[in-house]
């Protein structure tokens, strides 16, 4: 089992390197927030909350139909049959509603409560959201969308790494915990390790003609953890 000190030296030399401390406090405080509470407060005005709720709904929509570079106040507002200011009015940045829209569909990250080991079954709890995302027809190419666009719009290049940044310190204190308790070796590199399970849900996905299903993804985890275990 490792002990302590080799797990501070690790998370140290990680912190150094520019990564996230070992905390589920995310630096942005955009990026902790959900959908219901982006942007202006919420109103005890039901008639406001519906409006709210119609604009989310499109916002959705859209991201799922068309893809993130969709997600205008103006094509938002369309969408919903509300005006341009409404939309401002309860988010007044593209990075607003994009976070809205995405937060609506689900959430990305678990809380750090249900990361309770074994790493195999926070393996399975972290990847979950992704997983079902890929495996749906209309979801995976939101995601591929995604990931093409980011190439050129900076919105979504920060929201995007706002909810990397968020699923990498989950993955951290999943590690970290397992570390602890003797599942994984003190070596572990997040980093890379996030790359190859995502890195191959989206080959598997989208260039593979095996395809993808969850016995593959079960597959992966199944690697991660024997590939780290300590020897």
């Avoid at 929509?61 to 309860?90: E, W």
């Avoid at 689900?106 to 195999?120: H, K």
């Avoid at 995502?198 to 593979?208: D, E, H, K, P, T």
Wanted: net charge negative; charged share 30%; hydrophobic share 40%.
């Amino acid at each position: 089992m490792c002990n302590r000190n080799e797990i501070s030296r690790k998370v140290s030399h990680d912190t150094r390197r520019g990564e996230p401390a070992l905390t589920m406090t995310n630096t942005s405080t955009s990026a902790n927030t959900s959908s219901d509470t982006i942007g202006a407060p919420r109103s005890d005005d039901p008639r406001v909350e519906r409006t709210r709720a119609a604009v989310i709904e499109a916002a959705s929509d859209l991201l799922v139909a068309d893809g993130p570079g969709a997600i205008t106040h103006a094509n938002v507002a369309q969408a919903a049959n509300v005006s341009r200011t409404t939309v401002y009015n309860h988010w007044p940045t593209r990075e607003d509603l994009l976070r809205a829209a995405i937060d609506s569909l689900g959430r990305v990250t678990p809380d750090e409560r249900e990361l309770i080991g074994p790493i195999r079954a926070d393996l399975g709890t972290l990847c979950e959201h992704l997983v079902v995302d890929l495996l749906d027809d209309q979801r995976a190419p939101m995601i591929a969308n995604m990931m093409e666009r980011a190439l050129h719009d900076p919105t979504i290049v920060t929201v995007r790494d706002e909810f990397l940044e968020r699923f990498e310190v989950a993955f951290r204190v999943a590690v970290d915990r397992a570390i602890e308790r003797g599942e994984l070796r003190c070596d572990v590199d997040v980093r890379r390790s996030i790359a190859s399970i995502v890195g191959s849900f989206l080959f598997a996905r989208f260039m593979s003609s095996d395809g993808f299903d969850r016995s593959y993804a079960d597959a992966v985890l199944d690697d991660f953890v024997l590939v780290n275990a300590p020897h």
